[in-house]
Structures are given as C-alpha cells and as structure tokens.
Nanobody, 124 residues
C-alpha cells in the first residue's frame, strides 16, 4: 500500500512561483522502486498529466503546456517528489495531485495510488 500527501499549494499572482511537495509512505515504498508524477484538474475539466520522473531522476517528462516553466525532482531518501512551478499563468489554476506507480510510462493507468490534492490558484 502507498499513501501520498501533497502540500505547497496556494494563491499567487501571474508570473509568480510555487513549489509543491508530495511524500509517499507505506509498505510498497519500503520494498520497491517506483516512478512518481503530477497531475492536475481544473474546474469542469478532466484530470491532465503535468510531469513525471523515474526512480533515478534521470528521466523526466512534461506536458507541453508546462515545459520550460515547471521542474520535477525527487528525493528518494525522503520518499518525496517536488514540482517547482515558475512563471505561473491563470490557466495553471487547478487541484494538483501526485501519484506513484511501477513505471513512468503507465502512471496514468497503473498507479499505486493518488494523494488528496493541493489547490493552486493563479490570479491575473
């Protein structure tokens, strides 16, 4: 089992920055290596992929809408993944969720679980 807890959301003006964190715990993270990623869901829209990172951190993928603005990283000693968000835009407003799974390629469909989410609001 995996439990995931996100933090770091808040209200910022356009052009500002936020750093999200997600910490994993449970039996699965103590005995296996895993990929982690971030997704977001805006009001009235489907949950969308944002970024994902491999266990070693050597591979990172980003949605086109956030590339060159967001950076994903992880600290395996802390079982934590981060999302540094710079140059935020109003369209980035959403609830951000983290996920963990066996591979970076299948996080969307084969995850160990999801966190409760953290709200990010970007004002004009």
């Amino acid at each position: 089992q995996v439990q995931l807890v996100e933090s770091g959301g808040g209200l910022v003006q356009a052009g500002g920055s936020l750093r999200l964190s997600c910490t994993a715990s449970g039996r699965t993270v103590t005995v296996s290596r895993y990929a982690m990623g971030w997704f977001r869901q805006a009001p009235g829209k489907e949950r969308a992929f944002v970024a994902a990172i491999s266990w070693s951190g050597s591979i990172a993928n980003y949605a086109d809408s956030v590339k060159d603005r967001f950076t994903i990283s992880r600290d395996n000693a802390k079982n934590t993944v981060y999302l540094q968000m710079n140059s935020l835009k109003p369209e980035d407003t959403a609830v951000y969720y983290c996920a963990a799974g066996p591979s970076i390629a299948t996080l969307t469909t084969d995850s160990y679980g999801w966190g409760q989410g953290t709200q990010v609001t970007v004002s004009s």
